[in-house]
């Protein structure tokens, strides 16, 4: 009898889960068409560094697509396409429904802030003929890693006068860009012989931004003169307004394919733009859902969505509550009947580093967009771990709409843990569920995806707002 139709086979394709890489599922042509979707997603990686300016490409990427700011009060009917920004910060996105909004939204939520080096409050100094900012990390990063990288500066200061000025400087080609410098390992032996932890310490990350002084100046403190000239010819700025600023230094890294065979993509801020990306793209596809559609690109998410441009403070709520107040229901019955693909990404399995993963329950890259039912740390703290009902809805929607997926946590059991904010959106009273990209190298400085999960993620965005 040929393997081919051994009773076992038959039997094995019946009762057993196939866990295959993607490839094997796919035709050449959807695999072309992976790749090419990648292809906007690499420029708008390169375009969105920060929260504010992944605002900005969304928003401009709306306007194309017909959408128009909502102002509260304003009437609304089927098919309307709105947004709404949050203090420059955080992006709602809304496709009116055919059905009755009483029937609840469908939801997905994104987070568009990564780690990066914030600068402080009274960033610049001098020290022995050098200039630096002193910064203060964000989010969860190992600080070894962003040392002796080209860095680039995004953000905004608000003058004396109220007035605000944009910073992007250290992406254009003709740029300068600026670095956190590290002891030669001639001289490192002490700094190698402490943890991986303290090797680079917090008021270590200082970047390195000068170092010709100000001319016919003896006086000390010269070269931060000097720098502080040029940023107030640049700027307009006096050092004072440093105090009322947000500055990011971010990897001046581009998006580029890894690998021979172009399966990959490295880039800064896969986390959580690879998912922020995908909802974007599906929401402007999406045209006359049956349900209302709403996307959230939001911020704060790796400080704990603090804050009022992150999930913790209302704006989402009040978001809803608006749209269903315009559509003549309430925002509580709305959030009720509502479910939520909370899109943020997964650790994918490194052969590297096979210990920290179960390999049974993690993701792997090209077996598709992840589905997690719960993250947290320990037993399951900090999680709002969805319902098997909910997870069988949304496995049963993706199978039956081809979307290749896998099912993973985020590592073993107690060897860490991390939180999203389908927490915080199940407290609304709405079925969520964590769904995904797997990344390589997550926080780091240049993280790692495949275009296959990539695009599997916009096609399950996609079907779940078409259903
Ligand atoms: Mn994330
Ligand atoms: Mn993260």
């Given at each position: ?52 300016e ?5 928003v ?15 009437k ?23 059905e ?22 009274n ?5 022995n ?16 890693q ?27 080609e003709?740029?300068?860009?600026f ?18 932890a ?10 390195l ?33 440093f105090?009322?600023?947000e ?29 922020a ?18 996307t ?7 400080i ?12 989402l ?16 019955t709305?959030?009720?009947?509502s ?27 090209n ?21 098997a009902?909910?997870?069988?809805r ?27 904010v389908?927490?915080y ?14 990344v ?13 999960d990539?695009?599997?993620a ?10």
């Amino acid at each position: 009898m040929s393997e081919k139709n051994s009773p076992a086979k038959k039997l094995k394709e019946k009762l057993l889960m196939q866990r295959k890489n993607a490839v094997s599922r796919l035709t050449d042509e959807e695999i072309a068409a992976c790749d090419n979707y990648c292809e906007g997603y690499k420029s708008f990686m390169n375009s969105s560094k920060t929260e504010r300016e992944a605002v900005i490409t969304s928003v401009a990427m709306l306007k194309k697509s017909g959408f128009k700011e909502y102002k509260p009060g304003k009437k609304l009917k089927a098919g309307d396409r709105i947004y709404r920004v949050n203090r420059g910060k955080a992006l709602l996105i809304a496709v009116i429904g055919t059905e009755p909004i009483s029937e609840g939204v469908r939801l997905c939520a994104a987070h568009i802030d990564s780690p990066r080096l914030d600068l402080k409050q009274n960033p610049l100094y001098e020290d022995n003929d050098t200039a630096f900012f002193k910064t203060h990390y964000y989010g969860g990063i190992k600080k070894y890693q962003w040392t002796t990288i080209p860095l680039s500066l995004h953000g905004v200061i608000i003058r004396a006068d109220g007035s605000s000025v944009t910073v992007n400087i250290g992406e254009d080609e003709n740029d300068p860009v600026f670095c956190v410098t590290d002891l030669l390992p001639h001289l490192a032996a002490e700094q190698m012989k402490r943890p991986l932890a303290q090797g680079i310490k917090g008021e270590d990350l200082n970047i390195l931004i000068g170092s010709r002084p100000f001319r016919d100046d003896d006086e000390s403190n010269s070269v931060k003169l000097n720098i502080m000239k040029i940023l107030n010819e640049k700027y307009g700025i006096i050092e004072a307004d440093f105090i009322s600023a947000e500055l990011e230094a971010v990897p001046a890294f581009k998006a580029k394919d890894i690998g021979f065979d172009r399966s990959m993509i490295g880039s800064y801020g896969h986390d959580d733009r690879v998912c922020a990306y995908p909802a974007l793209t599906a929401t402007i596809d999406c045209n006359a859902p049956k349900h209302t559609v709403v996307t959230v690109l939001t911020d704060k998410e790796e400080i704990g969505s603090e804050g009022n441009t992150g999930l913790c403070s209302s704006y989402l709520e009040y978001f809803i509550y608006d749209l269903a107040e315009a559509l003549g229901s309430d925002g509580r019955t709305v959030l009720s009947a509502s479910e939520c693909l909370s899109a943020d990404v997964n650790a994918a399995f490194d052969p590297t580093y096979p210990e920290v993963m179960e390999r049974n329950n993690c993701a792997y890259i090209n077996r598709g967009v992840c589905i997690t039912k719960y993250t947290g740390a320990r037993g399951k703290s900090g999680t709002s771990d969805a319902s098997a009902e909910f997870a069988g809805r949304i496995r049963l929607l993706m199978d039956a709409n081809n979307v290749i997926w896998q099912t993973g946590e985020l590592g073993k059991v107690d060897e860490g843990g991390g939180g999203t904010v389908a927490a915080y959106i199940a407290n609304l009273n709405v079925d969520t569920i964590d769904m995904g990209v797997p990344v390589l190298s997550m926080h780091a400085p240049y993280e790692i995806v495949s275009k296959i999960d990539t695009y599997m993620a916009y096609k399950a965005f996609s079907v779940f707002m078409a259903d």
